[in-house]
Structures are given as structure tokens and as C-alpha cells.
Nanobody
Framework: VQLQASGGGSVQAGGSLRLSCAASSRAFSSTVMGWFRQSPGKEREFVAV????????YYADSVKGRFTISRDNAKITVDLQMNSLKPEDTAVYYCARGSTLPPDTYWGQGTQVTVSS
């Protein structure tokens, strides 16, 4: 499975960005896909995930109420809508897929998100 992430960029604090992750092969009801991020000097951290079967979502406390994860069954994509962005959201965002929570079997190449104050 290959994952292709897109949609990163630069935005001012309070702005919005939408990330998208496209998978190269179909997802199953047991599939879990989500997003992680890593800032310089910090460990990679969980952001949000979604269960393919049922669509249940999970969020890190730091992004609850600001970020929304969604999936498209037909396109086999997972999107992350990021609103009210803060400078501390600046990081490289990685898409991941697996069958566990959190998913860690397959990883995308990462996309940079920069939020300026």
C-alpha cells in the first residue's frame, strides 16, 4: 500500500488548510487511517484517525474542535480539515494506515504545514 499526502502549505494563525491522503489500494472495514505530525526536535505525535468501517474518529486533545478527519470510500482518501490553526500546529504531517489504533503499518511521505503568528 502506498500513501500519497498532499495539501500542506503556509498560512497565518487562525487560517485553514486541508490535507488529503490517497491510498493505492482498497480499504477494508478493519482499516484504520489517520494523521500524525512531527515538529523539529520533537517525537512524532498522533493527530487524528478514522476507522474505515463505521467511520468512528479519534482526535488528540490539542486539535479537538479545530480539526476534522473524514474519509471517501470511492476515492480511498482520508482528509484532514484544519481550522483555527495555531503556530504550534507547525509540523510535517504524515498519513498512516494499518489495522490497529493507532495505525502504523504504512506511511506517506509527509507534507509540511507552517503556521505563522
Amino acid at each position: 500500500v502506498q500513501l500519497q499526502a498532499s495539501g500542506g502549505g503556509s498560512v497565518q494563525a487562525g487560517g485553514s488548510l486541508r490535507l488529503s491522503c490517497a491510498a493505492s489500494s482498497r480499504a477494508f472495514s478493519s482499516t484504520v487511517m489517520g494523521w500524525f505530525r512531527q515538529s523539529p526536535g520533537k517525537e512524532r505525535e498522533f493527530v487524528a484517525v478514522i476507522r474505515w468501517g463505521g467511520g468512528r474518529t479519534y482526535y488528540a486533545d490539542s486539535v479537538k474542535g479545530r480539526f476534522t478527519i473524514s474519509r471517501d470510500n470511492a476515492k480511498i482518501t482520508v482528509d484532514l480539515q484544519m481550522n483555527s490553526l495555531k503556530p504550534e500546529d507547525t509540523a510535517v504531517y504524515y498519513c498512516a494506515r494499518g489495522s490497529t489504533l493507532p495505525p502504523d503499518t504504512y506511511w506517506g511521505q509527509g507534507t509540511q504545514v507552517t503556521v505563522s503568528s
